[in-house]
T-cell receptor, first 118, second 112 residues
Framework: GAVVSQHPSRVICKSGTSVKIECRSL??????MFWYRQFPKQSLMLMAT?????????EQGVEKDKFLINHASLTLSTLTVTSAHPEDSSFYIC??????????????FGPGTRLTVL | GEDVEQSLFLSVREGDSSVINCTYT??????LYWYKQEPGAGLQLLTY?????DMKQDQRLTVLLNKKDKHLSLRIADTQTGDSAIYFC????????????FGSGTRLQVQP
């Protein structure tokens, strides 16, 4: 199946710094990628939909100035957590849909990025 | 309340069958999925079912869908210790490039 990578897999930063997380589709082009957030022992919550060449669509309650999304190419979307605080510590997972894939809207998930803000 | 609900924990013995249940609320769900997440890892698609199907079988996995009751289940036959993980059901509404709505996940523990 298609492969989605994320970098870094783990990051620890000081409060107030910004952190960039990359999501790449390795063997397919993805016009749409999704960013999810997962708290410990909880489900994945959709943060935003990243569209190549246009602005991201954010879910209600997600601050767009806090979580900057850039989908500059068909294989790369980035999520930047600006001025990170301890409450931003979480597991961030991206997914991408292969538009040439089946009709069942299969999404391929990255391995996730664990962010710890001290 | 949540759109997709699951029980939190299931413990079975190796070799037994596991049944993980899920209920959803949106009757417009088009596809329903089961994903597996191992510790510290991303999600792996196990199987999916289209909303006009009742059952789908794929090797050790059997998915049953009761659309009237909005109930989805995943049966794992001959459960192995390697099946220990968190299992998420998810739904997709409509067609196209839509995000998935996930349940809370069921932690499956397989005892040797």
């Amino acid at each position: 199946g298609a492969v989605v990578s994320q970098h870094p897999s783990r990051v620890i930063c000081k409060s107030g710094t910004s952190v960039k997380i990359e999501c790449r589709s390795l063997d397919f082009q993805a016009t749409t990628m999704f960013w999810y957030r997962q708290f410990p022992k909880q489900s994945l919550m959709l943060m935003a939909t990243s569209n190549e060449g246009s602005k991201a669509t954010y879910e209600q309650g997600v601050e767009k100035d806090k979580f900057l999304i850039n989908h500059a190419s068909l294989t790369l979307s980035t999520l930047t957590v600006t001025s990170a605080h301890p409450e931003d510590s979480s597991f961030y997972i991206c997914s991408a849909r292969d538009p040439l894939g089946g009709d069942y809207n299969e999404q391929f998930f990255g391995p996730g990025t664990r962010l710890t803000v001290l | 309340g949540e759109d997709v609900e699951q029980s939190l924990f299931l413990s079975v013995r190796e070799g037994d069958s596991s049944v993980i249940n899920c209920t959803y609320t949106d009757s417009s769900s088009t596809y329903l999925y089961w994903y597996k997440q191992e510790p510290g890892a991303g999600l792996q698609l196990l199987t999916y079912i289209f909303s006009n199907m009742d059952m789908k079988q794929d090797q050790r996995l059997t998915v049953l869908l009761n659309k009237k009751d909005k109930h989805l289940s995943l049966r794992i036959a001959d459960t192995q210790t390697g099946d220990s993980a968190i299992y998420f059901c998810a739904e997709s509404r409509g067609t196209g490039r839509r995000a998935l709505t996930f349940g809370s996940g069921t932690r499956l523990q397989v005892q040797p």
